[in-house]
């Protein structure tokens, strides 16, 4: 019923079906083949500075993580070996030491990540209730990642509720209500402070803009709850009216996180010529939305962007339960990567694993249990390797 709402009407003629190929364009060919204009590089936010060594190669950080992390490495490193990316491995480990009585990434790897500029990293488990300071946050701060790409396609060959969900969502990742600042005031009361300041909220929302049009999306949706938390969300509210004046080719607007909620999931293809730009716990639940509506975590990548450093990772977990066992889908490690490549400048490296994912996945013959096959994790990324 949902799916037939989805697909009638309207908003079914905006949305035409693209090619598996087609799916996370390369950003500026997007952009030019509609016309928008792309932000000067000299006027760029987080662009990367990287460069290629003597042997012709950029290195990379790799993070391999937990659980089924090294697997689902081990997937990317033959696909990428496999389609000649110019690429070299730098494995770190992250394994948390302790500078001053706090928690830290151990010197190695902030070097490692520092000198290449990026990384690409597995899932890392996170004790519950321990002492433990989640290592993601940790890697959030350490390298100032300021702002979460989180993009949501619908992948052909793997049916869910809704055929065409192409939404864009970015997140603030280093404030708001993850400012980690809470205390007891007495016993049975504490206190949590949502920190939202001008610096942070600029800085993503001109991320975001420039996102949109690097991505050929002519929207950009500010998302927030001012009504409610009038001066935290009123600020962020305020500072994406000023940004959407440096961008007048982008049409600017915004929306209450319920409003938000309850359209994204009755009719997602509205959504599709946007970017939503929100504070952080606002994009911390909408983005596992919408990677519900195109068949949860497995599928989904992300990128960590900072102002010189980024991390690509997929947005699953370590996945305890399959790790060891050569069940392990890398699909979302591999797209990943692929946002990677395309924030590299490797496009048409990008493009070419891209679409041998998108062909294998389509094929539906060599895909792993999570997604209704029988294949085992290597035996997915040979036939990704044998569609490129
Ligand atoms: N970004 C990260 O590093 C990250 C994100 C989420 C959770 N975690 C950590 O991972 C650990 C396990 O968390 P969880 O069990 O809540 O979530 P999870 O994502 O690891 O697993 C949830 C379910 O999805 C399945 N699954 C996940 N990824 C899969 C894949 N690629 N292929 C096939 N099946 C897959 C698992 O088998 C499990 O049944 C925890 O320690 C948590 O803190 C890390």
New binding site residues.
């Given amino acids: 019923m949902i799916a037939g709402r989805c697909l009638a009407g309207a908003a079914r003629q905006q949305v035409t079906r693209q090619a598996p190929q087609q799916l996370f364009r390369p950003a500026f060919a997007q952009a030019q083949s509609r016309g928008y204009s792309v932000t000067k590089e000299e006027n760029k936010v987080a662009k990367f500075p990287g460069s290629k060594g003597s042997d012709g190669k950029f290195t990379v950080s790799l993070i391999e ?4 992390g090294p697997e ?1 490495s081990q997937s990317v490193k033959d696909i990428f070996s496999a389609a000649n990316a110019p690429v070299k491995w730098e494995p770190i480990s992250v394994d948390p030491v302790f500078k001053d009585g706090k928690q830290a990434i151990p010197d190695e790897a902030i070097d490692s990540i520092t000198r290449n500029y990026v990384a690409l ?8 209730g321990k002492g433990h300071v ?3 946050l940790t890697l959030r701060r350490t390298f100032n990642l300021f702002a979460n790409v989180r993009p949501c396609k619908s992948i052909q060959g793997y049916k869910t509720p809704y055929d065409d969900v192409d939404t864009v969502l970015i997140r603030e990742n280093t404030e708001g209500e993850y400012s980690g600042i809470e205390h007891v005031v007495v016993d049975g009361v504490v206190q949590s402070i949502k920190l939202i300041t001008r610096e942070a909220s600029e800085r993503v929302l001109r991320f975001a803009f420039q996102y949109a049009q690097d991505i050929g999306k002519p929207k950009v949706r500010a998302v927030h709850k001012a009504t409610i938390m009038k001066m935290s969300d009123g600020l962020f509210l305020s500072c994406a009216r000023k940004i959407s004046k440096e961008f007048p080719n982008v049409e600017f607007d915004a929306e209450l996180l319920d409003n938000a909620c309850l359209k994204v999931v009755s009719d997602p293809t509205p959504y599709n010529d946007k970017v939503l730009v929100m504070p952080n716990l606002y994009g911390d639940i909408l983005s596992d939305m919408c990677a519900g509506l195109i068949g ?3 599928l989904t990548p992300s990128g960590n962007i900072g102002d010189e450093c980024s991390i690509f ?10 790790a060891g066992k050569g ?7 591999l797209l990943s990567s692929i946002m990677m490549l395309q924030h590299m400048g490797l496009t048409e490296h990008a493009s070419k694993i891209q679409a041998a994912i998108f062909k294998t996945l389509a094929e539906g013959k060599t895909i ?3 997604l209704g096959g029988k294949a085992k994790t290597h035996e997915y990324a040979d036939a990704v390797i044998k569609n490129l």
């Fill in positions: 993580g937990d659980g089924i689902i990293k597995g899932p890392l488990a996170t004790p519950i989640s290592l993601n949860g975590l497995g990772e997929a947005v699953h977990g370590s996945a305890p339960d399959i069940l392990a889908n890398p699909t979302a490690l792993t249990g999570d």
